[in-house]
């Protein structure tokens, strides 16, 4: 662990394995953090504070492009780390380090951008000034589907605000975070301004920075069930909270789409990082004059897919994370299949060729899929694409909508009236037109809905890190 300018092993003694989600080998081991650190490391962060929030913008700023430059040096080395901890094939995962580390350039380059204001007043004798301040010691849990970029999403706009840090990452891919600290370390981020407590078993750790009055905000990204647990907690202090949570993305083909634009699209999008993330198309909705046409082209794309060992040159789907997640995407796809839908591919665990050490399931197309079926509601991190035939653009729209879920949805259509339809439409925080990558750090991310509150990237992002502060002067 990372704690107060120092590596540290946990106060208990205690460590745990880190396995390769492909092989089922250990990798490593690292501590196991409980209370009693975390304790330790909001105490750094809280003395750290006021030595960091009185630096100018431009000192912190310095300091992030200084880690920024660092990340990218270690692009290579990063994303090796990646592909061993979580599984994605090397290629994207060269591709996160870089998403991750834009965040650190945009933020250094925000973190000189915030701005107040001041507002006239009706007095002649009373001035009125607003002040942006950084809200103080933040605490910080992230998931392993996106081990690094979820890392810098939150550091970057801490640091840039005049915040600092305790982050727990997932208890699967501390790997990943400890490069990053070591990252922190290198660009001599100041004693205490960035902690990290490794665990795993995350409700100490949680329990810890939820209770501790020291820590002003709580920044969360992973389940919605754990979310609205730390909501819920979060409003005994009233810590200001973000929350980064599930999603059950529409993806809408309409009438006019190109069919098999669109199916390359969705299959490229639903695909990527196994299907797991919270942005993936969870339930296509294909207008049925172009299903058939959707269906050749998108069974065509899934079978050049090839499933294995992420450092294999050429592997395009890696392994679900876990036995848990493995057990869910049986289950959702055994249930479909129950309740007729079509599997017009895989639809079955992947065990040939020393597979069955890992978490393999082979890329799936379910056609014909039904609301009374799991995959309909559920979040699948998996990689299923569940196809559902439509043909009455109203009745879409509120089939789309029609989920607790509300982060990510897209829609094909190359008719510029229904698109902005379907963009007014969406209760979905973010809309992707013709368009499968709809991030970056510059555009804020997040969810409405059960998928979460605020925003993270673009001035958003920084804004969740501020107080706002009024003075009225009387002269
Ligand atoms: P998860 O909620 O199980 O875990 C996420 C993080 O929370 C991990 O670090 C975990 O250790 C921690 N955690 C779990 N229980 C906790 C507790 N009681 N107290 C404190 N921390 C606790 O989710 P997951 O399965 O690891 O991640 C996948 C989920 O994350 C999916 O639902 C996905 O959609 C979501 N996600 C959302 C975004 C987004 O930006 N909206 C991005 C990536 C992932």
């Given at each position: 662990?990372?704690?107060?300018?120092?590596w540290?092993?946990?106060?208990?003694?205690?460590?745990?394995?880190?396995?390769?989600?492909?092989?089922?080998?250990?990798?490593?081991?690292?501590?196991?953090?409980?209370?009693?650190?975390?304790?330790?490391?909001?105490?750094?962060?809280?003395?750290?504070?006021?030595?960091?929030?009185?630096l100018?913008?431009?000192q912190?700023?310095?300091?992030?492009?200084v880690?920024?430059?660092?990340?990218?040096?270690?692009?290579?080395?990063?994303a090796?780390?990646?592909?061993?901890?979580?599984?994605?094939?090397?290629?994207?995962?060269?591709?996160?380090?870089?998403?991750?580390?834009?965040?650190?350039?945009?933020?250094?380059?925000?973190?000189?951008?915030?701005?107040?204001?001041?507002?006239?007043?009706?007095?002649?004798?009373?001035?009125?000034?607003?002040?942006k301040?950084?809200?103080?010691?933040?605490?910080?849990v992230?998931?392993?589907?996106?081990?690094?970029?979820?890392?810098?999403?939150?550091?970057?706009?801490?640091?840039a605000?005049?915040?600092?840090?305790?982050?727990?990452?997932?208890?699967?891919?501390?790997?990943?975070?400890m490069?990053?600290?070591?990252?922190?370390?290198?660009?001599?981020?100041?004693?205490?301004?960035?902690?990290?407590?490794?665990?795993?078993?995350?409700?100490?750790?949680?329990?810890?920075m939820?209770?501790?009055?020291?820590?002003?905000?709580?920044?969360?990204?992973?389940?919605?069930?754990?979310?609205?647990?730390?909501?819920?907690?979060?409003?005994?202090?009233?810590k200001?909270?973000?929350?980064?949570?599930?999603?059950?993305?529409?993806?809408?083909?309409?009438?006019?789409?190109?069919?098999?634009?669109?199916?390359?699209?969705?299959?490229m999008v639903?695909?990527?990082?196994?299907?797991?993330?919270?942005?993936?198309?969870?339930?296509?909705?294909?207008?049925?004059?172009?299903?058939?046409?959707?269906?050749?082209?998108?069974?065509?794309?899934?079978?050049?897919?090839?499933?294995?060992?992420?450092?294999?040159?050429?592997?395009?789907i890696?392994?679900?994370?876990?036995?848990?997640?493995?057990?869910?995407?049986?289950?959702?796809?055994?249930?479909?299949?129950?309740l007729?839908?079509?599997?017009?591919?895989?639809?079955?665990?992947m065990?040939?060729?020393?597979?069955?050490?890992?978490?393999?399931?082979?890329?799936?197309?379910?056609?014909?899929?039904?609301?009374?079926?799991?995959?309909y509601?559920?979040?699948?991190?998996?990689?299923?694409?569940?196809?559902?035939?439509?043909d009455?653009?109203?009745?879409?729209?509120?089939?789309?909508?029609?989920?607790?879920?509300?982060?990510?949805?897209?829609?094909?259509?190359?008719?510029?009236?229904?698109?902005?339809?379907?963009?007014?439409?969406?209760?979905?925080?973010?809309v992707?037109?013709?368009?499968?990558?709809?991030?970056?750090?510059?555009?804020?991310?997040?969810?409405?809905?059960?998928?979460?509150?605020?925003?993270?990237?673009?001035?958003?992002g920084?804004s969740?890190?501020?107080?706002?502060?009024?003075?009225?002067?009387?002269?």
């Amino acid at each position: 662990m990372y704690i107060n300018g120092k590596w540290a092993n946990a106060a208990s003694g205690k460590i745990f394995e880190v396995f390769n989600p492909a092989t089922g080998q250990r990798i490593d081991s690292v501590p196991d953090g409980d209370a009693q650190d975390t304790e330790m490391a909001i105490g750094a962060a809280a003395d750290a504070f006021s030595g960091w929030s009185g630096l100018t913008a431009y000192q912190r700023s310095e300091y992030l492009y200084v880690a920024h430059r660092i990340m990218m040096d270690n692009m290579d080395h990063l994303a090796h780390v990646m592909t061993e901890e979580q599984g994605k094939p090397i290629r994207a995962a060269r591709n996160e380090v870089k998403y991750g580390a834009d965040f650190l350039l945009w933020f250094a380059e925000e973190a000189k951008r915030i701005y107040g204001r001041t507002i006239l007043s009706s007095r002649a004798d009373q001035r009125f000034v607003v002040l942006k301040q950084p809200v103080g010691v933040v605490g910080a849990v992230t998931p392993w589907n996106y081990p690094v970029s979820m890392i810098t999403r939150k550091v970057a706009p801490a640091l840039a605000a005049g915040c600092t840090i305790v982050l727990k990452p997932a208890e699967a891919t501390p790997l990943c975070a400890m490069e990053m600290f070591k990252i922190f370390e290198q660009a001599c981020i100041p004693s205490g301004v960035v902690n990290l407590v490794t665990a795993l078993s995350p409700e100490p750790v949680g329990a810890a920075m939820l209770m501790d009055k020291r820590v002003r905000k709580i920044t969360f990204t992973g389940s919605t069930d754990v979310g609205k647990m730390i909501a819920r907690k979060a409003a005994d202090q009233l810590k200001r909270i973000s929350l980064e949570l599930g999603g059950h993305a529409p993806f809408i083909v309409c009438e006019d789409a190109d069919p098999v634009h669109a199916a390359k699209g969705a299959m490229m999008v639903k695909f990527l990082n196994t299907g797991q993330a919270c942005i993936s198309p969870n339930r296509i909705f294909v207008h049925q004059r172009l299903l058939d046409d959707f269906l050749n082209e998108a069974h065509k794309r899934v079978s050049g897919m090839t499933v294995g060992n992420g450092m294999d040159p050429g592997v395009s789907i890696g392994p679900l994370i876990g036995p848990a997640a493995l057990d869910k995407v049986v289950r959702q796809v055994e249930d479909a299949v129950s309740l007729g839908a079509e599997v017009i591919c895989g639809g079955r665990r992947m065990v040939a060729n020393g597979l069955d050490k890992g978490c393999f399931f082979a890329p799936t197309i379910l056609n014909r899929v039904t609301p009374d079926m799991r995959i309909y509601r559920e979040e699948t991190f998996g990689p299923v694409a569940a196809v559902i035939p439509y043909d009455n653009e109203t009745d879409v729209l509120d089939m789309a909508n029609d989920t607790n879920y509300g982060l990510a949805s897209y829609v094909y259509t190359r008719d510029i009236s229904r698109a902005m339809r379907y963009f007014e439409g969406l209760h979905f925080g973010i809309v992707g037109i013709n368009d499968i990558n709809p991030t970056a750090a510059a555009a804020p991310f997040g969810g409405m809905k059960e998928s979460g509150l605020g925003r993270e990237g673009a001035q958003e992002g920084i804004s969740e890190y501020l107080e706002t502060k009024l003075g009225g002067f009387s002269i």
